[in-house]
């Protein structure tokens, strides 16, 4: 079976839930136990070295060590069972099934977990659909191994089935997905000018999203990179607050044999987990209007205490949207441009560029990035482009290392009517952008002029002084 073929037996387990699930629960299942199953197979070789050493007896201390060597790999499951061998037990398999989740080491535990797999496992039992499940992912036809799948193969086909999830969870997928097409622009936008870096040989590309969702950016921005330099190494970086969209960026990035201690769970604004780490690179799209209540206190406590030494020294927004929060973060996070700089492409409504009269938080926060030389370009999105609203949307590119035509200037590209129209839609998502169309908006970034910082400066100032007359007039 060629990829899409695997994917699509893996997503054909949709065929055994149907009456028993909704269709946006598919996914709920088939992701972790497409995980299990990788995870299940790569463990076998080794599976009786760990429980050798899994019955000695080791300071605890050196206990996860021990196993992983045992292992061989970077996790291990110290449970006497594998999948297929669950199937030996149909009575039993609900038990059995559970202890052999429970027998992952713990950064594998944590993945299911936040798949709260065991409400999933009652689930299905409950609807006498476990044992069915299990077997097809045992299913001979479909061989997962590393011997017949690499990582990097095993990514593609776990992207592929999160695309699908993604599909069919439509109504509110913009929580945790972003269009591929959107991140594919943001990508391009962020390596365009920077060829002559990103070919260097061995190169060690870092890059984050701090509202990675279940990592599509990364994802995105990391095959673009191996196009440049097969070459070159990506380090992926995240923080995700909602637990399942973590579990997926988690379980994606252990299936592609990365680093999940750079994966991290938690309120950026609130609880920075990266601590000191700046990044080349960052491509993000944060919650748009959303409040940020719940950071309040400690995202205040950093700006009065820390100011610029901090993330949000720039100012405070209204409590209402924490969009520009995100972007100080972003910033603060940026590698320093004697070092070689930083870019950041990041997905905002119309909020950050309009909101706010001039002495308010918006407006000193714009007024720190244009008048800092941050601000790169501003390009509007089409309408009707993002799965859960159909408003405007911009990308931002931020850059701290301008190349010298760019300097003291920003460019700002409509391409609000560059796009095609789906022949479906997916929730609000209604246009998309085709590969000749990204292609076009780059070359409106590479050729078309540039204005001077000021001038942008200025003509902000007079709209939020017109805000500001208005707000007046009507009694605010």
Known sequence: MNHSEISSFIWGTADLLRSSFKQHEYGDIILPFTVMRRLDVVLEPTKQVVLDAAAKSFPEALRDTMLKQAAGVDFYNTSEFTMHGLLSDADGIRENLTKYVTSFSPEIADIFDKFKIFDVIKDLDDNNLLFLVVERFCNPKVDLSPASISNADMGDIYEELIRRFSEVSNE????????????????????????????QPNRIVKVCDPCAGTGGALTVFADRVAEINPQATVVTYAQEINGQSY?????????????????????????????????GYQISNPPYGVDWKKSQAAVKKEHEQLGFAGRFGAGLPRISDGQLLFVQHMVAKMRPADEGGGR???????????????GSGESEMRRHLLEHDLVDAIVAMPNDFFFNTGIATYIWVIDNAKEERRKGKVQLINANGIYSKMRKS???????????????????????????????????????????????KAGF
């Open 172 to 199: 509110t997928a913009g929580e945790h997905f972003s269009p591929r097409d959107g991140l594919r622009l943001a990508a391009e936008l962020l390596v365009v000018g920077e060829m002559d870096d990103l070919t």
């Open 247 to 279: 579990a997926i960026c988690k379980s994606d990035t252990i299936l592609k044999g990365g680093n999940i201690a750079n994966v991290h769970l938690g309120d950026t604004l609130a609880d920075d987990q990266m601590p000191g780490e700046t990044f």
């Open 426 to 472: 997916l929730g609000s998502k209604r246009n998309e952008l085709t590969d000749a169309q990204i292609e076009w908006i780059v070359g409106l970034y590479k050729y078309t002029p540039l204005r001077p910082s000021e001038e942008i400066l200025k003509e902000i100032r007079e709209l939020e002084a017109s805000i500001a007359e208005q707000l007046q």
């Open 344 to 358: 950041i492409a990041v997905f905002l409504n119309g909020s950050p560029l309009f909101t706010g009269a001039a």
